[in-house]
């Protein structure tokens, strides 16, 4: 099940708003409808953090792999880095739609790619270069 659709079975089970959700985790009512809408994830792990606590759940329940895989993108590379984590599993969850594969094989091909995202990122900060940090390295947008 994905992040969004965790997020809003729960928040539906506690009786909370989408409003008062936004209130207590301390983002703005937008932002969590895009959390629930699957069209972004929290910025920082604290966000994480904050929501399984509002959800009376373990935070591990909400912070799956490739929402793991996505904020960390995030904070080590800003918002550009956030993005392409993002686009790289939308386009592999493209390429298994209708496919043969078994979970375990999708896993592994995702471990696969996130690690060869990792390395190359680490490939590109050897040699110095200074790549999709989205301006100074704040996590804004340029």
């Known amino acids: 099940m994905k992040f969004s659709d965790k997020l809003r079975e729960l928040r539906k089970k506690t009786n909370y708003t989408q409003a008062e959700m936004a209130a207590n985790a301390g983002v703005s009512l937008r932002t969590y409808k895009n959390y629930e809408l699957g069209e972004s994830y929290p910025r920082k792990r604290e966000v994480y953090f904050i929501l399984a ?5 373990d935070v ?3 912070l799956t792999e ?3 895989f996505v904020t960390s993108a995030g904070e080590n590379y800003g918002y550009n880095g956030q993005k392409q984590a993002e686009n790289i599993i939308t386009e592999v969850a493209g390429l298994f739609a209708g496919g043969k ?5 999708k896993d ?9 995202y990792w390395d190359s990122k680490n490939e590109n900060r050897k040699y ?4 999709d940090t989205g301006g ?4 804004s947008p340029e």
């Open 108 to 116: 592994a091909v995702m471990q696969a790619l996130q690690q060869i």
């Open 66 to 68: 490739n929402e793991e």
């Open 128 to 131: 110095g270069k200074k790549l």
């Open 60 to 62: 591990n329940y909400l």
């Open 101 to 105: 594969l078994s979970e375990n094989d």
């Open 53 to 57: 606590d509002i959800l009376n759940v």
């Open 136 to 139: 100074e390295g704040d996590g």
